[in-house]
């Protein structure tokens, strides 16, 4: 039998909360961005809207603004998943869009239709979606293939390719590493 959830009625669970936090790590203090700088800056943990460098928070307030954070990225997972899923598979992807954003969770690069994850969600084909966490393998461009957080040889984003492999294991209801 099948319990998995209808999307309407999912919400973040506490476990993906504190997997957000612990990944996006606490700032008191708003910082640049490590991958755009400056320009956006964060705070808490890991929120950057109406975020300016200077502003300063409290582990209680940045744990209630994540958590709003996160209901924002979940309305527009909403909009783009249309399928029932697990808890675990819910809290796997509102991470991942916590982190790359739901554009880029429900739209293929060219942004002309479905991501990968989407379409494999919304076929039923629920394992191949968790699978396509994986090509979420970047912090920046991509000139080379040694750029790709995935690459043995790449030095700057082996924390992105870490955390890819362990929402995918969130996902497929493993234990996560």
Not at 67 to 83: H, P
Not at 122 to 130: D, E, H, R, S
Request: hydrophobic share 35%; net charge positive; aromatic share 6%.
């Amino acid at each position: 039998m099948d319990n998995r959830i209808a999307i309407i009625g999912l919400a973040l669970s506490a476990t993906g909360l504190v997997y957000i936090a612990q990944r996006e790590g606490y700032s008191a203090k708003a910082y640049p961005d490590p991958v755009h700088g400056a320009k956006v800056a964060t705070i808490g943990y890991g929120t950057t809207s109406g975020v300016k460098m200077g502003d300063t928070t409290t582990p209680d307030r940045a744990l209630v603004r994540l958590r709003a954070d996160a209901a924002e990225f979940e309305v527009a997972l909403k909009r783009c998943i249309k399928v029932p899923l697990y808890q675990h598979e819910w809290d796997a992807y509102v991470a991942l869009a916590y982190n790359v954003g739901t554009t880029s969770v429900c739209l293929n690069t060219e942004r002309t239709g479905p991501s990968t994850i989407v379409r494999n969600l919304n076929a039923g084909q629920y394992n191949p979606a968790c699978e396509a966490i994986l090509l979420y393998d970047r912090a920046g461009p991509v000139k080379r293939p040694q750029d790709l957080c995935s690459h043995p040889d790449n030095r700057t984003c082996r924390g992105v390719w870490k955390d890819r492999k362990a929402l995918r294991s969130m996902c497929l209801g493993e234990p996560v590493q």
